[in-house]
């Protein structure tokens, strides 16, 4: 069974409740508090709202999940792209130490000679 609260109107509003529907709906806490006879007049445009704001949460939270999605991919390739480099790296540093060096002397030697 569910307590009778504020939504009953059985007990006073707590100053967290206020800032928390004065974010909920963006307005500032002092509009709350300077009108005590605070009341819906249109409860219709508060629903149009409320539904506006549900399709909105949910295109935003599938961006979020669309970016997180992309975001761990990069990750991924990121960490694939490094391993490559790093493999490749250490293949040209071998190849390098055991390529044969070309001398001026050894160009020299091949060319035929003059007379």
Sequence with gaps: ???PGLEAA????????VADL?????IPVAQFLESPDFE???LEALELE???LTVKRDQLREDLEEARYIA???RERE???AAELAHVNQRLGVLVRYRRPSTAKEEAA????RS
């Design 110 to 113: 091949s060319e035929p000679a």
């Design 50 to 52: 409320i539904a506006a």
């Design 79 to 81: 960490g694939a792209a």
């Design 22 to 26: 004065a974010a909920l709906f963006g």
């Design 1 to 3: 069974m569910r307590r």
């Design 10 to 17: 059985t007990r006073p509003i707590r100053l967290n409740e």
């Design 72 to 74: 761990m991919t990069a």
């Design 40 to 42: 819906w007049e249109d």
